[in-house]
Nanobody
Framework: QVQLVESGGGSVQAGGSLRLSCAAFGYSSSSDCMAWFRQAPGKEREGVAT????????AYADSVKGRFTISRDNAKSTVYLQMNSLKPEDTAMYYCAADPFLRGLTPEEYKYWGQGTQVTVSS
């Protein structure tokens, strides 16, 4: 059974940094896509960043470009999201997602999901 477990969320002041981690259990693919999404109260889930094993290409939402960096450690089956220069509008529940195929930033495309980790940024 595939399980994605997120960690690293917390509370931080604006301008601060956090690093999220997502460990994948029972999941192994020679080429796949792993991504981070977020959902604020009353808003739809939105894509933040995605990274593809084949070639290591990454894509970001415009709202986080230049501030967030997605990376992965294939040996540990773990994907990371380094978040710098955090803003109050980054406050949301952050979810890790994975899929065996190349995907974009649309949540409906992803097969596997974690339970989420809360990020709160105060002004």
């Amino acid at each position: 059974q595939v399980q994605l477990v997120e960690s690293g969320g917390g509370s931080v002041q604006a301008g601060g940094s956090l690093r999220l981690s997502c460990a994948a259990f029972g999941y192994s693919s020679s080429s796949d896509c792993m991504a981070w999404f977020r959902q604020a109260p009353g808003k739809e889930r939105e894509g933040v960043a995605t990274i593809y094993t084949g070639g290591g290409s990454a894509a970001y939402a415009d709202s986080v470009k230049g501030r967030f960096t997605i990376s992965r450690d294939n040996a540990k089956s773990t994907v990371y999201l380094q978040m710098n220069s955090l803003k109050p509008e980054d406050t949301a529940m952050y979810y890790c997602a994975a899929d065996p195929f190349l995907r974009g930033l649309t949540p409906e495309e992803y097969k596997y999901w974690g339970q989420g980790t809360q990020v709160t940024v105060s002004s």
